[in-house]
């Protein structure tokens, strides 16, 4: 990871999109400060759209893509974009071949399975608001040592089952995608090719959108994930969550 100072400006001078994820990168602590609120206004101001990348659920993400000066919002890490177009919400599955109804039973069952292999986990306190994953509480109300959370990681991958490790939670799903694949469908309908994006995150489960995209950054708090990550992104800024998000929105505008 090289400093984002050492970023060629000239490379971003094709860059028609912001992609950027929530918790640690927009949001710092559960807080959203003005300040990252008035540098999101910015980009959108200058013609670069903006589109959340997160994971979490489709009942925030809805009102996220309503009030928020966004173009589109990608949430449950990849399972879907909403999209507020001329007043309407444009809701978009990523794999519309996915029972919804036999997801969540088998995400019901895996849930015992983790219980019974790892004892008790709490469910994260926005589970209710989601349609298509289960998220499990590793450090937003509950804390759980990483070592835990990868051992349950990989048990839910040893199941058939995805997960992806955020700086909150752990995230379980069932279907072949990720916050990559629903991205790249966006971008593919905009007709933006990757080169003429850049992406901002913090933690493992970004990392997809790392390997994805050439312009990939990272706040600073990513270096306390590299021994678990094989896919690191191109460029760190010096401050960390909402503060690396200004840091880069400065640097780009």
């Given at each position: 990871?090289?400093?984002?100072?050492?970023?060629?400006?000239?490379?971003?001078?094709?860059v028609k999109i912001l992609l950027f994820d929530l918790d640690g990168t927009?949001?710092?602590?559960?807080?959203?400060?003005s300040s990252t609120y008035s540098c999101l206004e910015r980009v959108v101001?200058?013609?670069?759209?903006?589109?959340?990348?997160?994971?979490?659920?489709?009942?925030?993400?809805?009102?996220?893509?309503?009030?928020?000066?966004?173009?589109?919002?990608?949430?449950?890490?990849?399972?879907?974009?909403?999209?507020?177009?001329?007043?309407?919400m444009q809701r978009e599955i990523f794999d519309k071949s996915i029972n919804?109804?036999?997801?969540?039973?088998?995400?019901?069952?895996?849930?015992?399975?983790?219980?019974?292999?790892?004892?008790?986990?709490?469910?994260?306190?926005?589970?209710?608001?989601?349609?298509?994953?289960?998220?499990?509480?590793?450090?937003?109300?509950?804390?759980?040592?990483?070592?835990?959370?990868?051992?349950?990681?990989?048990?839910?991958?040893?199941?058939?089952?995805?997960?992806?490790?955020?700086?909150?939670?752990?995230?379980?799903?069932?279907?072949?995608?990720?916050?990559?694949?629903?991205?790249?469908?966006?971008?593919?309908?905009?007709?933006?090719?990757?080169?003429?994006?850049?992406?901002?995150?913090?933690?493992?489960?970004?990392?997809?959108?790392?390997?994805?995209?050439?312009?990939?950054?990272?706040?600073?708090?990513?270096?306390?994930?590299?021994?678990?990550?094989?896919?690191?992104?191109?460029?760190?800024?010096?401050?960390?969550?909402?503060?690396?998000?200004?840091?880069?929105?400065?640097?780009?505008?």
């Amino acid at each position: 990871m090289k400093p984002l100072r050492e970023l060629d400006k000239t490379s971003l001078e094709k860059v028609k999109i912001l992609l950027f994820d929530l918790d640690g990168t927009f949001v710092d602590n559960d807080s959203l400060q003005s300040s990252t609120y008035s540098c999101l206004e910015r980009v959108v101001q200058n013609g670069i759209k903006a589109v959340v990348v997160t994971g979490r659920p489709a009942g925030w993400c809805d009102l996220i893509a309503r009030w928020w000066p966004v173009d589109s919002v990608i949430g449950e890490n990849g399972a879907f974009s909403y999209s507020l177009i001329n007043g309407k919400m444009q809701r978009e599955i990523f794999d519309k071949s996915i029972n919804l109804r036999k997801s969540n039973k088998f995400l019901k069952s895996l849930l015992e399975d983790i219980k019974v292999e790892f004892g008790e986990v709490h469910l994260a306190a926005d589970q209710e608001f989601r349609q298509w994953d289960l998220a499990i509480d590793i450090s937003e109300e509950y804390s759980m040592p990483m070592s835990k959370v990868q051992r349950i990681h990989n048990f839910c991958i040893s199941k058939g089952a995805n997960a992806a490790i955020s700086n909150i939670h752990l995230n379980i799903w069932y279907g072949n995608y990720s916050k990559r694949e629903m991205s790249n469908k966006l971008l593919n309908s905009w007709n933006i090719d990757y080169d003429e994006c850049i992406y901002i995150g913090d933690s493992p489960n970004d990392e997809p959108m790392f390997k994805e995209y050439p312009l990939s950054v990272g706040v600073k708090s990513i270096e306390k994930y590299v021994d678990i990550m094989a896919n690191l992104p191109s460029y760190i800024t010096k401050k960390d969550a909402n503060q690396g998000f200004e840091e880069l929105v400065d640097f780009i505008l």
